[in-house]
């Protein structure tokens, strides 16, 4: 499976802590993009970060990107309960297809 | 701007049956994709339509199918449903010219259960 592997697979925080997921890919990207699921809809797009970017920002989202290690973090800084949702990171290498990963399951807990 | 729909949003059918699921993207917005999304293999790319010609294909089962309308909606076909094949299944679509480095807009999906 070309499937990209995200760790933690489960990850529990109080309100205003930060959250930590790791994104890990196997063959060359143009992009990868993160994204966010809520139990049983769809997914809606956070941030893309390009092949020759390494850090990105987007309100209290931060993404680096490591294309030596093929790997990617993203932080969500002072987490609040809407924050709950699963996260998959998502690469593209040509052919607009996207292979997600496994994704992150986060629950912020008041 | 209307999101992208899906429907039905559930559908429950028995082994041996077909399905046709439908898409309509956000107007103006000519590239549709679906996606499987199961819990032993997560999200899987099936298919990807442009401008009515399929562009991409994942690694499915000729059971599976898609076709584009000239409206840019879409439709997938299940045929010989198969118990494996209970999914969550999403649409998503692309604004024009903007080719993979651009954010996907997805639905809410079609949960199909087979019985």
């Known amino acids: 499976s070309q499937q990209g592997e995200e760790d933690p697979q489960a990850l529990s925080i109080q309100e205003g802590e930060n959250a930590t997921m790791n994104c890990s890919y196997k063959?060359?990207?143009?992009?990868l993009q993160w994204y966010r699921q809520n139990s049983g809809r769809g997914l809606v797009h956070l941030i893309l970060?390009?092949?020759?970017?390494r850090e990105k920002h987007s309100g209290r989202l931060r993404v680096t990107l490591d294309t030596s290690k093929k790997s990617s973090s993203l932080l969500i800084t002072a987490s609040r309960a809407a924050d709950t949702a699963s996260y998959f990171c998502?690469?593209?290498?040509?052919?607009?297809?996207?292979?997600f990963g496994t994704g992150t399951q986060l629950k912020v807990e008041l | 701007k209307a999101g992208v729909t899906q429907t039905p949003r559930y559908l429950i059918k028995t082994r041996g049956q077909q399905v046709t699921l439908s898409c309509s993207p956000i107007?103006?917005?000519?590239?549709v994709s679906w996606y499987q999304q199961t819990p032993g293999q997560g999200l899987q790319f099936l298919f990807e339509?442009?401008?009515?010609?399929?562009?991409n294909k994942g690694n499915f089962p000729g059971r599976f199918s898609g076709r584009q309308f000239s409206n840019s909606r879409s439709e997938m076909n299940v045929s010989t449903l198969e118990l494996g094949d209970s999914a969550l299944y999403l649409c998503?679509?692309?604004?024009?010219?903007?080719?993979?480095?651009?954010?996907?807009?997805f639905g809410n999906g079609t949960r199909l259960t087979v019985t």
């Open positions: 063959t060359s990207i143009n992009n």
């Open positions: 998502a690469s593209t290498g040509g052919g607009n297809k996207l292979t």
């Open positions: 970060i390009r092949s020759n970017e």
């Open positions: 998503a679509s692309r604004p024009p010219g903007t080719g993979d480095n651009s954010p996907l807009h």
């Open positions: 107007s103006g917005h000519r590239s």
């Open positions: 339509y442009f401008s009515e010609t399929q562009r």
